[in-house]
Nanobody, 120 residues
Framework: QVQVVESGGGLVQAGGFLKLSCVAS????????MGWYRQAPGKQRELVATISSGGSTNYADSVKGRFTISRDNAKKSVYLQMNSLKPEDTAVYYC??????????????WGQGTQVTVSS
C-alpha cells in the first residue's frame, strides 16, 4: 500500500522556523513532482511550493524568500524549510506527490496533513 506521510509540524512563535518532512512509501516505480499545500480554517487549500524530479522549484508569492523546498529522490522524500514564520502561515500543511504505482501510470497522492501554528 502506498502512503505519503508528513511530519514536523508544531507550534512556533512569529519569526521562528520549522522544517516539514514528507516521505512516500510502498511499491513505487517513480516519483515526479512533489510539493506542499496548506489550508487555513475557512479557506481553500493553496499551493505553497512544488519541486520537480529535476529540482525545479515554484513558490507562492507569500512564501518566497522565507520557505525553501527540497527533495531527496533516493529517499522518496520532500522537505519544506520554513523561516521567518508569520501568524498568517498558520494552517494544515499537506504533502502531495505524483507517483508511478503501476508501471506507466502516474497518480496523485496526499498526506494526512500536519498542523503548523504560528503565535504572534
Amino acid at each position: 500500500q502506498v502512503q505519503v506521510v508528513e511530519s514536523g509540524g508544531g507550534l512556533v512563535q512569529a519569526g521562528g522556523f520549522l522544517k516539514l518532512s514528507c516521505v512516500a512509501s510502498g511499491t513505487i516505480f517513480g516519483t515526479n513532482d512533489m510539493g506542499w499545500y496548506r489550508q487555513a480554517p475557512g479557506k481553500q487549500r493553496e499551493l505553497v511550493a512544488t519541486i520537480s524530479s529535476g529540482g525545479s522549484t515554484n513558490y507562492a508569492d507569500s512564501v518566497k524568500g522565507r520557505f525553501t523546498i527540497s527533495r531527496d529522490n533516493a529517499k522518496k522524500s520532500v522537505y519544506l524549510q520554513m523561516n521567518s514564520l508569520k501568524p498568517e502561515d498558520t494552517a494544515v500543511y499537506y504533502c502531495n506527490a505524483k507517483l508511478m504505482v503501476i508501471y506507466g501510470l502516474w497518480r496523485d497522492y496526499w498526506g494526512q496533513g500536519t498542523q503548523v501554528t504560528v503565535s504572534s
